[in-house]
């Protein structure tokens, strides 16, 4: 419950959360890292409401449509960020950069993303900001065990991180979106509890969330394909279909040498 009567007073968590806005913001304004899901969501009304200066941007991550397009429909605010420069390449005598994906970079690791090698993440979500920046992010202790270990404010790569809501429960935030009467993305109820990547090898759900999108699936075996090309003969892979039958568990053969398999912990 948003606000708790206890022996000690009522706990108001949504006036608690606008105090801790209001007591760190920086002088430059927050950095939100938005992805337009339930948590974001929140904090990013929550900006708003204590009256701190923010700007949100969402990572180049491979996000379902859906997502994409609840984003764009009511935060056209919220600033896709362009990872920095991957590759660079002759364009009409300039020199573009080619910005991070999660294709390119697959080809560029010469393997899968997987649990024990999240490089997407590190690449893709956590270079958020610049060094010095004061970041928000709707992060709570409920999520996960290794979640529970965070405090409300720390320091990390440079940057202060700033979580207002990292106290809050599920129903907590359900509360507030139904109590403010904002919308949130579909997927939600469709039964997904969580909105992610697709494929992410951390979700239960990678080979359903593959199969409800195949442009990204094929998406996914193209740069397994380009992968084997670098990979200079040293694998059992084929075929780009080979690798995605693997990432998705339906074989479990480690074909690289030092390869580190989602299934192992």
């Excluded at 904090?43 to 949100?56: N, S, T």
């Excluded at 080619?98 to 993303?113: A, C, E, G, H, M």
């Excluded at 935030?173 to 997904?192: H, I, N, R």
């Amino acid at each position: 419950m948003l606000v708790e009567h206890t022996l000690f007073g009522e706990i108001n968590k949504v006036d608690i959360a606008i105090k801790r806005l209001q007591e760190f913001e920086p002088q430059e304004g927050y950095l939100l890292a938005f992805s337009g899901g339930k948590d974001s969501q929140v904090v990013y009304h929550l900006a708003e409401m204590a009256g701190v200066k923010f700007r949100a941007e969402v990572a180049p991550t491979p996000d379902p449509p859906e997502l994409i397009r609840f984003r764009r429909k009511y935060y056209p605010d919220v600033i896709e960020r362009k990872c920095n420069v991957f590759t660079k390449r002759q364009v009409k005598g300039t020199m573009e950069g080619r910005p991070k994906t999660i294709f390119n970079l697959i080809s560029s690791k010469k393997q899968p993303p997987t649990r024990m090698q999240r490089y997407c993440c590190e690449e893709l979500k956590e270079n958020v900001g610049n060094v010095g920046d004061t970041v928000l992010v709707g992060v709570r202790w409920s999520e996960s065990n290794n979640r529970k270990k965070l405090s409300m404010v720390s320091f990390w790569k440079g940057k202060v991180m700033v979580r207002p809501i990292i106290d809050w429960t599920d129903e907590d935030v359900w509360e507030f979106l139904k109590k403010y009467k904002k919308p949130y993305c579909e997927l939600y109820d469709q039964g997904f509890t969580r909105i992610g990547c697709i494929g992410c090898p951390l979700s239960s759900n990678q080979e359903k969330e593959l199969e409800m999108y195949p442009k990204y699936k094929e998406n996914y075996i193209r740069a397994f394909n380009r992968m084997i090309k670098n990979l200079d003969n040293n694998t059992t892979w084929q075929t780009g279909e080979d690798v995605m039958e693997w990432w998705i568990g339906k074989c479990k053969e480690k074909p690289l040498e030092n390869q580190c398999s989602m299934f192992e912990e």
